[in-house]
């Protein structure tokens, strides 16, 4: 047990510090898998900016944070490739040119 005032208050600081560590975790955890079940552009924000959070309360090294949102971001993109080439294999109307009239 802490004897001086200060190593006291220092212990009380560290038990809240850690208290609020463990329940952003938690939150990231979840957060962070039902992104990778299901990733959308609204759920990568959500994971970006708990990340930024996390990064700068000092949870995570922000190299790991960079390279999280780099994993992350790369799963947006390819799902919209799969999506964007289904919808571009529905068959398109060809545009017909048109060409100016002469004027005499």
Known sequence: MPISLSSKKSLRVAKRNHKLNVVLKQKFKSIAK???E???AEALTKVVSLLDKISDNNI???NKVNRLKSR???MIKTNTKV???KIAKKPTKKAVKKTAKKMS
């Open 34 to 36: 039902s992104f990778q």
């Open 38 to 40: 299901k990733p959308t």
């Open 60 to 62: 995570f090294h922000h």
């Open 72 to 74: 992350y971001s790369k």
């Open 83 to 85: 999506e964007v080439e």
